[in-house]
């Protein structure tokens, strides 16, 4: 089964052609960080425009790469949610066109269930039952995955995402915007033990994350440097924060698999594709005897193939969209 993948949730443009869930033949990313960095995060209505501007060309490229044509094809699989309404609906309408005119299945996806999918992409011995933590933009997620498209949330964030505290940081610190993969860089030439900054509690689940009280004692410690005329070293406070965000994900991840006894653990979203992340789940999941597995970070991020390989799962299971597919900005997991 041949699937072409459209993603267009946030500012990204991207389309893959993905053959039975796992062998990518193509992966377009066509980026707007540079047209959004002039604003220090995205702006949904230009975000909109530029997918506009792309959407076909990246489609065509992705087809092109894969050195198909939509006759080829078997069905179109697309991001409906959850994102931005309207750079959602510029995919799901380019999706729908295509289907409509080439006569194919049309599969809407989860934005998430692609994240989590990314991992069968370089991963082709990997089944569930497996544990999740899917830290991006948005979200912060400890999740079972039970089978394909079935999934238990044991925990998630109360306020920020982990990814939107380290854009938050990054531009309090100056580093601007994307700040993920810049605090990652120059956290490598600070002290992560310099500063202590406190892990936040919370009440409900234990599993779920707090990331706002850890964002405003980064802040707080700007402001008291500030006053007291204390100059501030960047790589250090990056660092510091960094660790605070990664210990509070490794520990919450590794109770979970004490609880669950997974044998299996996965992470996904832009930030598994953070070094010290990465470094730290790896080494805790081997002291415990248990296969760990990260995509690739070009397939953290967003792209499409994850989109593919997501939608394969959907297909299998006959799942298919109508010409009312619309675009959901909320979306949960596990729901249709
Ligand atoms: P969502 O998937 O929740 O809808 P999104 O699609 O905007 O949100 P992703 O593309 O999955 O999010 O990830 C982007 C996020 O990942 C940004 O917040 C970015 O700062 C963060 N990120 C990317 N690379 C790194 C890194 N190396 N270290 C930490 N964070 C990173
Ligand atoms: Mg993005
Ligand atoms: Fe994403």
Redesign the pocket.
């Known amino acids: 089964i041949r699937i072409l993948g459209i993603e267009s949730?946030?500012?990204?443009t991207a389309a893959a052609v993905v053959v039975n869930g796992r062998d990518v033949r193509s992966n377009i990313i066509s980026s707007q960080i540079d047209i959004h960095t002039l604003y220090g995060g995205?702006v949904p209505e230009i975000a909109s425009r530029k997918h506009i501007e792309r959407v076909s060309q990246v489609v065509e490229k992705a087809l092109e790469d894969a050195q198909m044509t939509l006759d080829d094809i078997d069905a179109v699989g697309v991001t409906y949610g959850?994102?931005l309404i309207g750079p959602l609906l510029v995919g799901v309408s380019a999706a729908k066109a295509i289907a409509w005119a080439k006569d194919l299945p049309l599969v809407g996806v989860h934005?998430?269930e692609g994240?989590i999918s990314a991992n069968y992409i370089e991963n082709k011995e990997l089944e569930p039952p497996f544990g999740c933590l899917i830290?991006?933009?948005?979200?912060t997620h400890l999740v079972l995955v039970k089978d394909y498209g079935e999934y238990e949330i044991l925990g998630k964030t109360c306020d920020d995402?982990?990814?939107?505290a380290?854009?938050k940081v990054?531009r309090a610190i100056g580093l601007g915007y994307?700040?993920?993969?810049k605090?990652?860089k120059v956290s490598r030439e600070g002290d992560a033990d310099a500063i202590v900054f406190p892990q936040g509690k919370v009440r409900g689940s234990e599993y779920d994350f707090s990331f706002s009280g850890l964002k405003s004692a980064v802040l707080n410690y700007l402001n008291e440097c500030h006053m007291k005329r204390e100059e501030i070293c960047v790589p250090d406070v990056a660092a510091s924060f960094q660790k605070a965000v990664v210990d509070v994900l490794v520990s919450h991840a590794m109770r979970a698999v004490e609880e669950f006894h997974f044998r299996k653990f996965a992470i996904a979203?832009?930030?598994a594709?953070?070094?010290a992340?990465r470094h730290a789940m790896e080494q805790a999941c081997q002291e415990r005897g248990v296969a760990f597995y990260r995509p690739s970070?070009i397939l953290?991020?967003?792209n499409a193939a994850m989109i593919g390989a997501a939608a394969y799962y959907d297909y299998r299971k006959g799942i298919r969209s109508d010409w009312s597919l619309n675009a959901i900005p909320n979306l949960r997991l596990g729901e249709r």
């Open positions: 949730s946030c500012d990204e995205v959850p994102g934005h998430i994240h830290v991006s933009g948005g979200h995402a982990a990814g939107e380290f854009d990054a994307p700040g993920g993969p605090i990652d979203g832009g930030v594709s953070n070094s992340l970070p953290c991020t967003d």
